[in-house]
């Protein structure tokens, strides 16, 4: 299948800081990237949806000022968390589709983040 | 979306089949069965997805019942490296998918 690559893998950051993590699109074309949370023992939360060029969709709940979303290129994805706080430790993860129809979205591998 | 109903766990013996079971009882007609797997702290994978034909490939084979209200996904060879928890998703052509809580599958030697 297609390759999603996201960047870091893990990351640890003191409160307050921000924290920026990338999503790529190796090997397609990615019209739409979304981002996801998961807590321990959780299933994966949608956080947003992103369109290439356009301003990100943000699911009820999701602070968007807090989460900043940029979908610049077709093959690149960046959340940005800013003056991150401990309750911001979670497992993010990015999908990315060609936004066909019938055609399945990949997962990149996930960022770890501890904030301390 | 409509809403799946999956077990919340199963036990499978390595080199049977295992067969999980996805009740999706208010599927509309424009919403595909999509199915994945995240193994402990990785991204899910894809498996194998479909509107109302059964599928296969490599990794594995979708049943879906002829009035699409349930399906079930079938490693026709379960082997340890399957043990993850199983995400069944129905899908709408926003290309969204959310997640339920899935079946954790544990293959036994």
Redesign the interface.
């Known amino acids: 299948?297609a390759v999603?690559s996201?960047h870091p893998s893990r990351v640890i950051c003191k409160s307050g800081t921000s924290v920026k993590i990338e999503c790529r699109s190796l090997d397609f074309q990615a019209t739409?990237m979304?981002w996801?949370r998961q807590f321990p023992k959780q299933?994966?939360?949608?956080m947003a949806?992103s369109n290439e060029g356009s301003k990100a969709t943000y699911e009820q709940g999701v602070e968007k000022d807090k989460f900043l979303i940029n979908h610049a290129s077709l093959t690149l994805s960046t959340l940005t968390v800013t003056s991150a706080h401990p309750e911001d430790s979670s497992?993010y993860?990015c999908?990315a589709?060609m936004?066909r129809?019938?055609?399945?979205?990949?997962?990149?591998?996930?960022t770890?983040l501890t904030v301390v | 979306d409509a809403k799946t109903t999956q077990p919340t766990s199963m036990d499978c013996a390595e080199g049977r089949a295992a067969n999980l079971p996805c009740n999706h009882s208010t599927i509309s007609g424009n919403e595909?069965v999509?199915w994945?797997r995240?193994i402990h702290?990785?991204?899910?994978?894809?498996i194998i997805?479909g509107?109302k034909n059964n599928e296969t490939n490599e990794m594995a084979s979708l049943i879906i019942t002829e009035d699409r209200k349930s399906s079930t996904l079938i490693l026709p060879h379960a082997t340890l490296r399957d043990t993850a928890v199983y995400?069944c998703i129905v899908r709408v052509?926003d290309?969204?998918?959310?997640?339920?809580?899935?079946t954790t599958v544990t293959v036994r030697a």
């Open positions: 299948g999603v996201q739409t979304f996801y299933s994966l939360m949608l949806t497992f993860i999908s589709s936004g129809v019938n055609t399945e979205a990949f997962f990149g591998q996930g770890r | 595909y999509y994945y995240q702290s990785q991204g899910p994978q894809y997805h509107l995400y052509d290309y969204k998918l959310s997640f339920g809580a899935g």
